[in-house]
């Protein structure tokens, strides 16, 4: 398609199937062929043709009286839509924190049986840890796992120390695994040079139905007196974040 300096190209097809598509949207009992081109002026042959391509990839379904219904893809769409802008509305979130606490800020979940960091949202002058022990492995040295394992019962956590036994990290990380099975309630967790020297971090629980999830934030040792100013703005946001992510009840992945 020719086009002037500056101008993007175009694909006339491409732009006939979205209105197809938008029209149709505005019939949900179905509207037939003939009436979609005299609504979108497409001419009716290309109509059939486009109309053919939309059913044959899900997005369209041909009802048994001929007419054009709204399919499946259109939904998984939808479905996927609200899910990116729950995502941008946590991340936004996310961002806010970062901004107010000068601090890194991760979300996680427990997710089949495993610590699943899904997104950090840090900058240079608030940089994320330095993740040179993998957080599966290290639950137990920082508060992000002690966060999500606070949410499980103590045979599960049990369970996890025996797939993951707790290793010394620091001089400071716990290891007697008595102490870790029935450590730290449910509420905000925290943990000070368990994982890394020179770093601190604090969690508190983020609602999710039965899956344990926390937001988190790290901050080096020399402003351990800033502490307890994190605290309630660290909660503010896991409960901001609960509610967002209580009207679609899942977790966005992030992929």
């Given at each position: 398609?020719?086009?002037?300096?500056?101008?993007?190209?175009?694909?006339?097809?491409?732009?006939?199937?979205?209105?197809?598509?938008?029209?149709?949207?505005?019939?949900?009992?179905?509207?037939?062929?003939?009436?979609?081109?005299?609504?979108?002026?497409?001419?009716?042959?290309?109509?059939?043709?486009?109309?053919?391509?939309?059913?044959?990839?899900?997005?369209?379904?041909?009802?048994?009286?001929?007419?054009?219904?709204?399919?499946?893809?259109?939904?998984?769409?939808?479905?996927?839509?609200?899910?990116?802008?729950?995502?941008?509305?946590?991340?936004?979130?996310?961002?806010?924190?970062?901004?107010?606490?000068?601090?890194?800020?991760?979300?996680?979940?427990?997710?089949?049986?495993?610590?699943?960091?899904?997104?950090?949202?840090?900058?240079?002058?608030?940089?994320?840890?330095?993740?040179?022990?993998?957080?599966?492995?290290?639950?137990?040295?920082?508060?992000?796992g002690k966060c999500l394992l606070a949410g499980l019962s103590p045979s599960e956590r049990a369970d996890h120390f025996s797939r993951h036994p707790p290793a010394d990290l620091t001089p400071r990380t716990i290891t007697r695994v008595r102490d870790l099975v029935h450590g730290d309630p449910p509420g905000l967790v925290h943990d000070v040079e368990e994982y890394a020297l020179g770093t601190a971090c604090m969690a508190a629980p983020v609602a999710l139905?039965?899956?344990?999830?926390?937001?988190?934030?790290?901050?080096?040792?020399?402003?351990?007196?800033?502490?307890?100013?994190?605290?309630?703005?660290?909660?503010?946001?896991?409960?901001?974040?609960?509610?967002?992510?209580?009207?679609?009840?899942?977790?966005?992945?992030?992929?």
């Open positions: 398609m020719a086009r002037g300096d500056g101008e993007p190209t175009l694909i006339t097809s491409v732009q006939r199937a979205l209105r197809l598509l938008e029209v149709v949207g505005e019939h949900p009992v179905g509207i037939t062929a003939k009436s979609l081109s005299r609504r979108t002026g497409i001419a009716l042959p290309t109509t059939y043709h486009l109309l053919r391509t939309l059913v044959h990839e899900g997005y369209l379904a041909k009802l048994d009286d001929g007419a054009f219904v709204v399919g499946s893809g259109v939904e998984g769409l939808h479905a996927a839509g609200r899910e990116h802008r729950t995502w941008g509305r946590v991340r936004d979130a996310m961002t806010t924190l970062r901004d107010d606490l000068n601090a890194a800020i991760y979300l996680a979940r427990y997710h089949d049986g495993e610590v699943e960091v899904v997104e950090v949202v840090d900058c240079p002058r608030s940089p994320r840890v330095d993740t040179w022990a993998d957080f599966r492995q290290a639950a137990h040295a920082t508060a992000i139905g039965d899956v344990p999830a926390t937001l988190a934030i790290s901050f080096p040792t020399r402003r351990l007196a800033d502490r307890s100013e994190f605290a309630r703005p660290l909660g503010k946001a896991a409960g901001v974040i609960s509610r967002m992510l209580a009207v679609p009840g899942d977790f966005p992945t992030g992929e």
